[in-house]
């Protein structure tokens, strides 16, 4: 049982379920991580979001390690960094994550970026299912895939992504990428789901005064939205009072009326780099 009874889950198109809200570890250094990452587990959090770009893998494995949790409470994702996509390359990439991470399975495997300049998804996604059938991966998807680039994979593969984890906040919801993934049995994950900070939430015409007639943090409402959208999030903090505050948006909900309301603060506002630029 990968979620705890008082946390929601999705079912993925796998059979198996996610926590909905996990921890997103970007941008934590290797040597904190394993403080953050223990923290998180302490205090509830069962999903981890981490990546092979993100240099913390080890440190996660560390954390997992002296938690003492047993493997199958927990659910952990990484990525495929640009690098090693391609056909030879892949299975090495998630076999480095696995090595640093010291698991022998990992939950989700993502390919982290299209990276259309190397254009190469398409056989990257191949050798992806090649590695779900043999249990490495108990579930493959994407990430910063756009329409155009999950109908290729889709067209030359025999799996559908389970995930495609996307820049989604409330100033940019990505509505029509979701109305096209959703129906597929592709769930939408949140990155940035708090704007990454590089925007004022408070500025946001209407969040403040949900915040104030529920009682809660304007980020604790955001993280709420993403949950009644159906969304599945890992807000990124490193401190353990936040992880708490973020956690705590399971017995509470916003009404129709709000639901409505945060649905028309959608801005096109993208904070992050397009999919199509993302090619390093
Ligand atoms: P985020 O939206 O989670 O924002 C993180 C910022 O919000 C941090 O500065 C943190 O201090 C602040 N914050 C967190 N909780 C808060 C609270 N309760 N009150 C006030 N401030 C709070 O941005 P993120 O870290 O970029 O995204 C979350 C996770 O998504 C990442 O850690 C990573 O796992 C994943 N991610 C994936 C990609 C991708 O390309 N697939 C890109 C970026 C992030």
Redesign the pocket.
């Known amino acids: 049982m990968k979620t705890p009874a008082n946390q929601p889950s999705r079912m993925l198109n796998t059979g198996d379920s996610i926590p909905q809200l996990g921890i ?4 934590v250094d290797d040597d904190e991580c394993e403080r953050v990452v223990l923290e998180a587990l302490e205090v509830g959090y069962r999903h981890i ?2 990546a092979m770009i993100y240099r913390n893998e080890a440190a996660v494995g560390r954390a997992i390690a002296h938690s003492g949790i047993p493997r199958e409470e927990l659910f952990v994702t990484t ?1 495929l960094w640009n690098a090693d996509q391609g056909a030879d390359a892949t299975a090495g990439g998630l076999a480095t994550s696995l090595e640093l991470l010291g698991l022998e399975y990992v939950d989700l495997y993502l390919i ?2 299209p990276a259309p300049l190397r254009d190469v998804y398409v056989e990257t996604w191949l050798a992806l299912e090649e590695l779900y059938a043999t249990g490495v991966t108990k579930a493959i998807g994407v ?2 895939f756009e329409p155009a680039h999950l109908e290729r994979i889709l067209e030359a593969g025999s799996v559908v992504p389970a995930i495609n ?1 996307v820049e989604l ?1 409330p100033a940019f919801q990505q509505r029509t990428l979701r109305a096209f993934q959703e129906p597929l049995g592709i769930l939408t994950e949140a ?7 590089k925007y004022d939430l408070a500025e946001i015409a209407g969040l403040g005064e949900i915040a104030q007639a529920h009682g809660k ?1 304007i ?1 604790q409402v955001v993280l709420r939205w993403h949950l009644q959208e159906g969304v599945i999030v ?4 490193v401190r353990k009072q ?1 992880m708490i ?2 956690l705590s948006v399971f017995d509470w909900e916003l009404s129709d009326e709000e639901m409505v309301l945060m649905k028309s603060m959608d801005a096109d506002r993208r904070v ?1 780099t397009h999919p199509e630029d993302g090619n390093w």
């Open positions: 997103g570890v970007f941008k979001d981490t990525k982290h970026w990430s910063n984890q906040h990155w940035g789901p708090l704007g990454q900070g943090s980020q890992f807000p990124k903090t936040r505050e973020n992050g």
